[in-house]
Structure formats: structure tokens, C-alpha cells
């Protein structure tokens, strides 16, 4: 199982994304530097600092992983979550509310950030080949499939412990989502707000969680959403042809195969303005072409909030 890398983040304000030559693009609020990008080269995979959408929370950063296996970072530094430039034979990134995480090349995994939470008590983690951050918790899948968590389980976001046949994780605000290896997605935490209710996914690829809603991606291209459609974020019934989504606190990114971004979901900080985007590619196609390119009658994809 290689690490899993992206070429698209959506954050609470803003939104980054890789070229096809490794620079970096970005779109949304600048009030702490998060978008301060243009001068990233030679990068294969972004990460955005994501928090739920509230009346105190705002400021992110953007962290870069290089073809050299450093990092690069922008924005907030409040916790030192920037504080990345010494890390070297990192292979996957992971960014969260106030906090950054780095997964090297013999598994194991690096964190710096606010750690009041235990969020970025990852120091024992081992074999690791994915992570992510939700805002109070960290979770990572092993390259024997299971999953390991840390920080705040108050609504149960970190009870993976006996999740199996993994082979992506995502974490959102209050609630944990993972997708095994037959395609279907399972779901811990909060499910109050219907980001858990994943259950009856098939053909998955890929996913992402934002702060009250979840996307997946089938092997068809086509977009899955459950969860909170306040602003519109689960309004991805009608995208096709779609190889990496990210959800961000309350918009959705998706990245079609021809390099160009869709975008739903509040706007409001202009995170959502990537219509010109076009040069973008996925660093690891998640899917081959289904047979067909198009469900089957009886396979005809479940969507939620539509």
C-alpha cells in the first residue's frame, strides 16, 4: 500500500491545489498568509489547516510536500504548526486545526502543533501509510489495514480500533470515516449531523470529511455526499468524470479528469472561485476506468442531500 498523497485541499476559508509542474494555486481568505503559495515549486501534494465553521475560528495554514520529501508552509503559526522545514523523507502530509502531521518513509509519523487535545501524540505510531486531521483528533491507516487514533473521543471520532481492510481514512470535525478494501465505507462519531451515514456506499475509491459532511468518490468518477447541505457542500449529484475530492469546513472541491476543479459550498472568503483552474493533476489516480465508465441499473449510486 503506498502513501496516499493529494493534489487538492479545502480548508475553512480557502482552497489550494498542485499543478501539473508542481506549483501551487490557491484561492480563498489571506488574513494569515494561507494563500502565500506562488512561490512553491517541485511540489506533489498540498494539505490546508481545515476547522469547523464558527464565529472564532478562521485563520489556517497550507502545508506543501516536495519531490525531495521536505515540506514547505504558510499561513497561521500560532502553534507552531508551520514549524516543518527541517522534516525530510516525508511521503504523505496531513493538515488540521493547528496542527500539521508528516508520515515518513519507514512509517512512522511526525507531528507539530497544538497538543493540549493529544492530537499530535503520534510518536508510537508505526507502519503508517495514510493520515489525517480532523480538529481535536488525528487518524492513520497501517499498511496492514487497520487504523490507530489519537486526541479528543468525546463523541467517539477515535473508536477505530477494530476497523480492518482499510485503505484510505478521513477525519472531520466530530466524526471518523474509512474505506475498505472491498470498496464500501464505515463510519465512528457524531452522527447527528448524517457525515456517518456512509453505510450504504459501494464501489468508493476515494474520501474525504469535512466538518458535518462526508464525500467518496465512486469507480465510476461519480460523487457521493452525506451530511450538512446548509451551504450547498453536498451538491455533487450531477459532477462526472471526477478522480479527488476534498471537503473542506463547509465547500467541496473535486478534481475532474481533465485537470479542471469543481467547487460547491459557501463562498463566502472566495474558496470556492477555482472555475480557471485547469492545469491540476491527481498524484495518485484513485480509480482505472470502470468497464463501461457508467453504473449498471442495479448499481446505481446512493446519494445523500442531493
Known sequence: MRARTSPLAAGRRHSVARWRDGTVVAAGAETADECRVELWKDVIAVAAGNVHTANNTGRSHTVGLRSDGTLLASGWNGDGQCDVAAWGEVVAVAAGWRRTLGVLTDGTVLAAGRTSEGACDVQRWREVVAVSCGDWHSVGVRSDGTAVAAGNSRRGQCSVGGWRDLRDIAAGYLHTVGLQADGRAIATGDRTTGACDVDQWEDVVALSAGSYHTVGITAFGLVLAAGDNSFGQCEVSAWRDIVAVSAGSAHTLGLRADGTV?????????????????????????????????????????????
Open 262 to 306: 469543481l467547487s460547491t459550498g459557501n463562498n463566502a472568503d472566495g474558496q470556492c472561485d477555482v472555475d480557471t483552474w485547469s492545469e491540476v493533476q491527481a498524484s495518485q489516480p484513485p480509480f482505472a476506468p470502470a468497464s463501461g465508465d457508467q453504473p449498471g441499473p442495479d448499481r446505481q449510486p446512493r446519494v445523500a442531500n442531493p
